[in-house]
């Protein structure tokens, strides 16, 4: 099968659903001849023009407003927020106007929205353009929230996302947009809400979100070395979330631990961690872990950055250790 | 007077009588503890909404503001469906989950109340977007406050909408006061020259006025819809009632002289109510008889909404998310 990048894959996503549907739009900064900062969208303003693919203004409260009020009244607006941290600038508009919509108008409104974001740290790009704010997002509720972990997601995700009646943010990991991946050439759809099997194992499982999927892979392989056979889980979307996968897995390995880049305090791997203790409590042999990112800003200096998210040697360490019978407290 | 007019102007003295008298009821509503939580009366307001109401159809679209009564009535709101609404009835326009500052009535255009200050712009200007961007000839109004204006988000839209010459009107209601501030404490220089800073061809208008306030609407809608938007309207106007119903004691922020200079002298339904027996297009009797069907409607609306059941707990947790 053909490999493309993810960066690619989203890019031909969106295409495709712009071909098939004239309601579709995208708006944003620099989403045009410049195609975003990470060229993820170039060649869309040839094939589409400058009415379905808008340079905005830097007024990200604005367009994301906009967006709702397109989507409220009969578009598909795909707004693209140029780094997740600016999330912090259009809470209102997502949070209290497009997650409401719906439930304050007793089903009347409807907001088929997406925005597409970003994630991730390491790229050396210090605290307000390295954040995973996947965590507020998912604690709202009307909002849906997708994670791919490598370009095939990233495709059948994006392309379920554009057609879903609700606002879905779409968080992709800015280091993985030059990862490649088999994505077949013909169309598909990956639906909201399953996880997919990464690999098999009965030892322990490892749940990752995006990136973290890859560091639970890396994590595995070290296991496996080690004979420990470890599962390892992307939940795919964290809203809705496939609890049935996780706790099927779960309750065969009696051992989990939950990674996502966000900060653990408060976080994404707090909730998946919570749901598994309360669900699978009698099938545990030890606690279930939660490896986020430190409860610190994102540094800039290297040395200090690397430090702050989960690496597959901390992973397969803390897994070791649970293994051996640990009842340990935090990795 | 032609026959057109004649029935524009009573369509038009109609629907500011039933927003007087809706609010009316509503606050008795409130007095008598009947309703939960608080409201905003639009009273003393009805020439804004019913004379830019009156421009649009309803394939237009306004968005409204947590003083929102007025616009959801004058955009061609039932009663019924609203006072159950304001009692959190199942059969409210939201099926009683969205209440006084959430009403939506996707019927009739009405994108809805929004209980946020200035939360509702984006919204209104990307309905504008979409019109654009699909080819549809709808024009949406969008209704905010003088205290609305201290959003940046204003800004940010009104810059995209002059800069893609959306068919969008800002209809700023400036009736004096932001909450319990008045208002030339809390916005420097002009309103309408912040609209025009951005190239936005600005009026400003009496908003008691209810002809005045039409004529303007009709001539900017009709524009609008060939694509010569935005345009932005101040509509000078007055609150009767406090910020909202519980605001009673209000004398640190304004004289009861100034509100009875207003209720008694600018009145946008007294005035217009003797220009139609002026005019020779109503007479006394029969602005009475309306006035009366009015409030027997309104009253037969309150004792339905009293009597109408809640909705079932298996809706608490309905339409969060859509099919």
């Known amino acids: ?331 | 007077m032609g026959k057109t007019n004649t029935e524009d102007y009573l369509r038009m003295y109609r629907q500011m009588v039933r927003i007087r008298t809706f609010e009316d009821n509503a606050n008795q509503l409130y007095l008598s503890a009947k309703m939960p939580g608080l409201t905003h009366m639009y009273s003393g307001e009805e020439a804004v909404a019913v004379g830019l109401c009156e421009a649009l159809t309803d394939t237009d679209r306004i968005t409204s503001t947590h003083r929102g009564h007025g616009h959801c009535v004058a955009k061609g709101a039932a009663f019924r469906e609203m006072f159950c609404e304001l009692l959190g009835k199942a059969e409210g326009y939201c099926r009683g989950k969205g209440g006084s500052m959430h009403i939506a009535d996707q019927s009739h255009g009405n994108l809805g109340a929004n209980a946020i200050v200035g939360g509702s712009m984006g919204i209104a200007t990307g309905s504008a977007l979409r019109a654009k961007l699909l080819g549809q000839d709808d024009v949406t109004v969008c209704f905010f406050g003088d205290g609305a204006t201290a959003q940046g988000l204003l800004y940010e839209v009104m810059n995209m909408a002059a800069l893609w010459k959306l068919p969008v009107i800002y209809a700023c209601e400036n009736n004096g006061y932001s909450e319990y501030t008045r208002t030339d404490e809390i916005a420097a220089g002009s309103i309408t020259a912040r609209a025009e800073a951005f190239g936005i061809e600005a009026h400003q208008v009496d908003g008691q006025d209810v002809l005045a306030v039409n004529a303007l609407a009709r001539d900017l809608v009709a524009r609008a819809r060939k694509g010569e938007g935005p345009f932005f309207v101040e509509l000078m106007t007055y609150r009767y009632h406090g910020h909202h119903v519980g605001d009673i004691n209000r004398e640190y922020y304004r004289s009861k002289d100034e509100e009875k200079d207003w209720k008694e002298n600018r009145d946008p339904i007294i005035r217009f109510r003797a220009h139609l027996v002026s005019e020779g297009i109503a007479t006394e009797e029969e602005i009475e008889a309306m006035n009366a069907e009015i409030e027997a409607d309104a009253a037969e609306a309150v004792a339905y909404a009293e009597k109408a059941p809640y909705p079932p707990a298996d809706e608490v947790d309905m339409h969060v998310y859509a099919d």
């Open chain 1, 1 to 331: 099968m053909r490999q493309i990048t993810l960066s690619q894959a989203v890019n031909e996503a969106i295409a495709e659903e712009m071909r098939r549907d004239p309601a579709v739009f995208l708006m944003g900064e620099d989403v045009a001849e410049a195609g975003t900062p990470f060229k993820v969208l170039s060649g869309l303003v040839e094939e589409f023009g400058t009415a379905r693919v808008i340079d905005t203004p830097i007024s990200e409260p604005g367009f994301v407003g906009m967006a709702v009020g397109a989507a409220m009244t009969g578009a598909r607006p795909i707004v693209d927020l140029m780094f997740g941290d600016f999330i912090y600038l259009v809470m209102d508009q997502l949070c209290n106007q497009a997650a409401k919509q719906h439930y304050m108008s007793g089903g009347k409104l409807t907001v088929p929205m997406v925005l597409r974001t970003n994630m991730g740290a390491t790229r050396r790009s210090a605290a307000q353009h390295s954040q995973s704010l996947q965590a507020l997002v998912a604690h709202i509720p009307g909002l849906k929230v997708a994670m791919p972990s490598s370009a095939y997601e990233a495709k059948g995700l994006m392309k379920t996302a554009i057609r879903d009646n609700n606002p879905v943010v779409i968080f992709e990991d800015k280091l993985m947009y030059q990862d490649k991946a088999e994505v077949p050439e013909e169309e598909y759809l990956i639906p909201f809400g399953e996880a997919h099997v990464k690999r098999a194992g009965r030892d322990i499982t490892l749940i990752g979100t995006s990136s973290m999927v890859q560091v639970a892979e890396k994590a595995a392989a070290l296991l496996a070395a080690d004979g420990i056979e470890a599962e390892v889980i992307d939940p795919r979307t964290l809203v809705p979330l496939d609890e049935a996968t996780l706790l099927e897995s779960v309750r065969r390995t009696s051992r989990a631990i939950v990674i996502d880049e966000g900060h653990q305090s408060y976080g994404v791997t707090a909730e998946i961690a919570s749901r598994l203790n309360e669900k699978a409590f009698y099938h545990l042999d030890a606690p279930v872990l939660r490896m986020g990112a430190m409860d610190v800003p994102v540094p800039f200096s290297p040395a200090l950055e690397d430090l702050t998210v989960p690496t597959p040697e901390g992973v397969a360490e803390a897994a070791r250790r649970l293994c051996g019978g640990e009842m340990i407290h935090a990795a």
